[in-house]
C-alpha cells in the first residue's frame, strides 16, 4: 500500500464537503438524533439516491416515527410510503417486522452494538455501522461503495470488497476519523469523486492524488456555447431527452434526483416500458409539469413520454402508420413556435433481422419531420440507436456489420444531416469520446467504451435558435445518459 497522505486528504476534503449536499443520514441525524429514525432511514438508504430517500423518510416519518406507530401500518401502506426507493418491497417487509424484532430481542431499543444491529431485518454490517456512528456517536466505521471505492483510488487500501475495506481501515485508519469517514467520503463521492468519469480537474486532492483505476471526465469547453445565454426562462428553454430503459427501474435508481437537477423546461423519455397507471402517482404528476404518455400496446416494452412546463397546442401520438404506432416510439408535441418530437427508433437486432423495418421507420420519419418543418421549427430527440460516424463510437471497425452501425442505418443519418438537419451535440463537441450509450457488460461504461446515440437534431432554417448542447454523461440510472439542448 502507498503512503498515501490521508492527514491531508481529510483536512482539504472536510471544508470542501461543507458546501456540498448533506448525506441523507446525517441530514436525518440532524434533525432528530432519536436512533430509530437514523435506523429506519438507514435502511431505506441503501441503493437508493439521497433525495429519494429523504422524500421517503418525510413521508413514512409522518405517519409512523415510532416503533409503535410503524407496528400499526401494514405493508401495502409501507410500500406506497416508500416507493420508489430501490427494493421498496423487500424494504417495506424489513420495515413490517422491524418492531416485533426490537420488542423481541431488545426491550423495544434500538441497540448500539454492531453486531446486535445486524440481528435486525434489513441491517447489514454498513447499516449497522453507520447507525453506531451516526446515531449514538460511538466508534464505527462505515464503508459504502463510496468509501470502498476512493479509498482505493487514492491506495490507502487494497481490497476487493467493502468488508475488506472496512476491516483494512480498522487496523490503519486514525480513530479520529472514524465517526467522520462515511460522511466526508459518500458527500465527496456524490459530489467530485463520481464513480464514473469523475471529476479529477476542479477535485482540491488533485495535486497527489494517485487517480488508480480512474478515467477521469473531460472538462467541460467554454465553446460548449455559442454565445451566453439570455437571462431569462422566457426566452430560452433547456430541452432534455433520455432512455431509461424501463422507468420502474430507473426510479431506484435515483431518476427524480436525476430530474429535478436537470431541470428541464421539456423532458423528453423513450423506453418507458410502463403504463401510467403503473407508476407512483408522484411521479406521473411532478409538481410543475404535465406529462404525456405514449406507451407501447405490449407491456413491458418500449414507449415514450414528455413532461413539460409549457402548454402545447396540440399532442400528437404516433406517425399514422399502424405497423409503427402501436409500439409507442414518436410523441409529438406542437407548442407555439416549435414542434417537438420524441422519438424512439427500433433496434435494427442482431444479424439485423429487423432492418427492413428500421429503414422503413426512418423513411416515415423523415416524412413527418419534413411536413412539420413546413409550418414551424422542429426539434426531434431521443434514441436514435445509431451511431453516425466513426467518431460516435469506441470501436467502429469492429461494428460496421452490427446493428447501430449498419451501413443502412449511416446512410440515414447521411442522408438526414445532408438535408441540413443539424447533430446540435457536434455543432458543439467534435471531440472523440463522448457517448451517450454503454453496454451494461464488461464494465464498458467505466472504460468508457460506448456509443453515441442519442440525439437532439433541429430542422435547417432553425439552426440559430440553437445555444447549446451537452451530454450528462455523469448522470446514471440507466445504460443511456440524458443529452440535453438550449434552444431560445
Known amino acids: 500500500m502507498s503512503d498515501f497522505p490521508i492527514d491531508r486528504a481529510i483536512a482539504l476534503l472536510e471544508p470542501e464537503v461543507a458546501t456540498y449536499q448533506v448525506p441523507v443520514v446525517d441530514l436525518i441525524a440532524a ?14 438508504s441503501a441503493r437508493t439516491r439521497d433525495e429519494v430517500t429523504a422524500a421517503a423518510c418525510r413521508r413514512l416519518f409522518k405517519e409512523a416515527n415510532t416503533p409503535e406507530t410503524l407496528a400499526r401500518l401494514p405493508v401495502e401502506r409501507l ?39 445486524v440481528t435486525l431485518p434489513g441491517v447489514g454490517r454498513k447499516t449497522a455501522n453507520l447507525v453506531r456512528a451516526v446515531a449514538f456517536a460511538k466508534p464505527a466505521i462505515c464503508v459504502d461503495t463510496h468509501v470502498h471505492r476512493i479509498m482505493n483510488i487514492w491506495g490507502y487500501v487494497q481490497t476487493k470488497t467493502p468488508l475488506e475495506t472496512e476491516m483494512a481501515l480498522r487496523a490503519k485508519l486514525p480513530p479520529q476519523y472514524w465517526l467522520t469517514i462515511n460522511s466526508i467520503l459518500v458527500a465527496f463521492g456524490q459530489g467530485t469523486c463520481k464513480p464514473v468519469r469523475p471529476h479529477c480537474d476542479r477535485c482540491v486532492l488533485n495535486a497527489f492524488c494517485p487517480r488508480l483505476g480512474v478515467v477521469p471526465r473531460k472538462p467541460p469547453k ?7 445565454l439570455p437571462a431569462t426562462r422566457e426566452t430560452r428553454m433547456k430541452l432534455v431527452s433520455w432512455n431509461v430503459n424501463g422507468l420502474r427501474a430507473a426510479l431506484g435508481k435515483g431518476f427524480l434526483d436525476a430530474f429535478f437537477e436537470l431541470d428541464a423546461d421539456v423532458f423528453a423519455l423513450q423506453e418507458i416500458k410502463a403504463l401510467p397507471d403503473q407508476l407512483p402517482p408522484e411521479v406521473v404528476n411532478i409538481d410543475g409539469y404535465t406529462s404525456y404518455w405514449y406507451p407501447a400496446r405490449k407491456k413491458g416494452y418500449a414507449g415514450t413520454a414528455v413532461y413539460t412546463r409549457r402548454k402545447p397546442v396540440q399532442v400528437l401520438y404516433g406517425l399514422e402508420h399502424p405497423e409503427f404506432d402501436h409500439e409507442g416510439r414518436v410523441l409529438t408535441l406542437e407548442f407555439d413556435d416549435f414542434y417537438l418530437v420524441n422519438i424512439y427508433f427500433p433496434n435494427a ?24 418543418a413546413e409550418k414551424k421549427s422542429v426539434v426531434a430527440c431521443g434514441d436514435f440507436n445509431v451511431a453516425h460516424k466513426p467518431i460516435d463510437l469506441a470501436n467502429p471497425k469492429a461494428n ?77 440510472g440507466s445504460d443511456h445518459c440524458p443529452v440535453s439542448l438550449e434552444f431560445v
Open 31 to 44: 434533525q432528530s438524533r432519536d436512533p430509530f429514525q437514523v435506523l429506519v432511514a438507514t435502511i431505506l
Open 79 to 117: 410500500e406506497k410510503l416508500i416507493q420508489p426507493v430501490g427494493f421498496f418491497r423487500n424494504k417495506a417487509r424489513f420495515l413490517a417486522e422491524l418492531p416485533g424484532a426490537l420488542n423481541e430481542r431488545f426491550g423495544g431499543r434500538v441497540p448500539d452494538e454492531v453486531e446486535e444491529l
Open 222 to 228: 467554454e465553446t460548449m456555447r455559442s454565445e451566453p
Open 349 to 372: 437486432q442482431p444479424e439485423l433481422k429487423r432492418i427492413d423495418f428500421r429503414v422503413e421507420f426512418n423513411q416515415a420519419v423523415r416524412a413527418f419531420l419534413d411536413r412539420l
Open 400 to 476: 460496421e456489420r452490427n446493428p447501430g452501425y449498419s451501413p443502412r442505418e449511416r446512410a440515414w443519418m447521411d442522408e438526414i444531416t445532408g438535408a441540413g438537419y443539424v447533430d446540435t451535440f457536434r455543432k458543439f463537441n467534435q471531440e472523440p469520446g463522448q457517448y451517450t450509450w454503454w453496454s451494461y457488460r464488461f464494465s464498458a461504461r467505466a472504460k468508457n467504451v460506448g456509443w453515441r446515440i442519442d440525439y437532439f437534431l433541429v430542422d435547417p432554417a432553425s439552426e440559430s435558435r440553437v445555444k447549446g448542447a451537452a451530454n450528462h454523461d455523469d448522470i446514471l
